[in-house]
């Protein structure tokens, strides 16, 4: 089945949108998560955000033809730059 690039942008910008909801969501409500093992959020917030980088590629892969190079590098800034204000937000709602 293929997705129809304006879905695949949709898809996108869903799963921001669900970053923003859990990144915005009260430390108490996610307290009850157990620590499996150490720097665990670190590596949550990396697949969260590496997920969206894959995401923004999937959907951006008939621009990349041109210049794919510098598409990676502007979705990987995207994808980071998204990830810093995140935590300036859940920064404020504290």
Known sequence: MIIALKH???ICWLYAVGILD???MPVSALAVAPCLFPQQDKVVHALMYGGWALLLGWAAQKQMRHRPAAWMVGIVLMATAYGAL?????????
């Open 86 to 94: 995140m935590e300036v937000l859940h920064g404020i709602m504290i």
């Open 8 to 10: 695949r942008w949709l």
């Open 22 to 24: 859990l990144s915005i």
